[in-house]
């Protein structure tokens, strides 16, 4: 076997370290001819966001492989067959400056799913590329060459991820600043096509915008960040504790859990629980994720986590029952009672949520847990608990399991089918939440490539995944003789977005507009979306407002008010009361 990539993957930080020609290591591709006259980052920066480019000229940059490297790696057409992400809808991802970035410092912030994976065997070789492939029998990485390498199970002594990309840096030194901008210009006017985007009600061309926007205001003035370090975390989760109007609990990735009092005063903030040395937060969507209240929490203070931990090698998601303090105002620090394990098979789309029906059962979203396309097909396997919406019954132990599965699951005495199955096809469905005067359930499943989709779920549903993404069909490899699929209500394309974040179905006051508006967002336009429906069709969408961070959850309290939490470490409350749903801004 021969080694893909260099064995250390040097990360240049600055040109300056260009300067110091630590270029051999930059991949074997071209490599940049690097002066001491070559402009500094910042000079790239500066021109390339302040001049335009020439988009035919930079195409044939990106092609020319003599001088760069970009096409060895990115295809633009949707097939995604490279290395690197397809960049056929780059320009709707991301604004210049975020290109810019992208291009000049790879590894300041990593696509999902395209993280470098550093494999050592057992016979001492080191491979290291983009995982494309992961089965029992082994795995298959592309490396920065464009070369697929099968490594067996049995050869692999270790496995882990890398926070530096295979994307090389210092691609913009062999360009001038003419010719980077023009590369960039062309980048940017890589756009999804319009003419699709129209051919379905779910999927809106346009989504107008509130003539008012409702406004976002700082629940607490201070940041609730841990110290950052170069693997970058956030906050997950914001909770109201049940019948303590004034107390709210906040979550970090990292495994910190917050109990926010508000006071005349202003807050309280304090530690409620820390197990930031339990919960595996560094790579990808993992870590301390959500948690949920047992529907009898005065009587028995129980509540329920969702997180992932490091076990036998393999990134596992864990669901936990604990209980808070007879004064509920901490954790017990009783041991944990462990509900459910699943085994990822990558690191990405571990589903984030968990929250209880008004039947009083536990519900669990999973992601199909990578790598992308779901090559497995581990949505439409009824078999596995990857890619699905999971009912059990906390309250009853059956068979050995330290939970029951309700007598009404749909799967439950099928043969082939893991009866704590509630509805399947999904790819990392992040947040789901009840309507609380219908009982809708509402979820929202992150896309890979092309659509993000909010849906209403149903007992024993299939919602498509990886047969389709939102409306669009995506592969035939899994689809089952006979199944049936469900289409969502809303789904948006990258001009609008590209990780959806499920919120809630605004029930605060009864005169608003907004009343029975489901609610929801985006991650990276930070843009906040609210919907109508009539039988699962889409009525009315509109761009409500947005927030300056991430926008990584939502949070509803008792109240019926809904908060924004932005992953940088800001609660947001959101402010209805000046906005009405039906006026939109003319164009
Ligand atoms: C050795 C393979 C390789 C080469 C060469 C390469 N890239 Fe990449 N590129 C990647 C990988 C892998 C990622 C995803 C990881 C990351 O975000 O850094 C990526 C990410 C990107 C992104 C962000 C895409 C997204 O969806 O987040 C852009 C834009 C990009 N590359 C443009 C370029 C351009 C322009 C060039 C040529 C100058 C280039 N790349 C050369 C592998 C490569």
Known sequence: MKTLTPRVFVCLLSLAFVWSSELPSLAQAPTAQVTAQSPSLDAYRIFATTHEGDVARGASLFANEQKLACAKCHSV??????????????GDKFGRRDLVEAVLIPSATISPGYGTVIVETKAGEEYQGVLKQATGAGLQLMGADGKLVSIATPDIKEQRGSTVSLMPEGSHAVLSLQEFTDLTEYLAALRQPESILVSNHGLPGLIPVLAKPVTAQPFFPQELQLPRSRVQTGLTAFHQVPGFGNVFLVLHQKGM????????AGEEKTVFADLTSEVFSLRGPNGLLDMAFHPKFHQNRKYYLKYQVFEEGKVTTVIVEKQFTADFKGDSGKPARRIIKIVSVAEDHSGGCLAFGPDGFLYIVMGDTGPHNDPNGHAQNLQLLL?????????????????????????????????????????????FSFDRVTGDLWLADVGQDREEEVAIVHRGENHGWNVYEGFEPFSNEYRKEGRTFTTPVFA???????????????????????????LCGDYTSKRIFGLTQENGTLKNIRQIGSIPQGLVSFGSDEAGHIYAVGYEGMIYQLDFSESCFDEIKPE
């Open 77 to 90: 057409d949707g097939r995604a067959s490279t290395a690197g992400p397809d960049l056929f809808a780059v």
């Open 257 to 264: 859990i917050w109990r926010m009092e508000k006071t005349k």
């Open 387 to 431: 890619g699905k919406l999971l009912r059990i019954d906390v309250d009853r132990t059956e068979d050995g399991l330290p939970y029951a599965v309700p007598s009404d699951n749909p799967f439950l005495g099928r043969a082939g089918a893991r009866p704590e199955i509630w509805a399947y096809g999904f790819r990392n469905p992040w947040r």
């Open 492 to 518: 948006y394309k990258r001009k609008f977005g590209n990780s959806v974040t499920g919120g809630h179905v605004y029930r605060g006051d009864k005169q608003s507009s907004f009343y029975g508006v489901y």
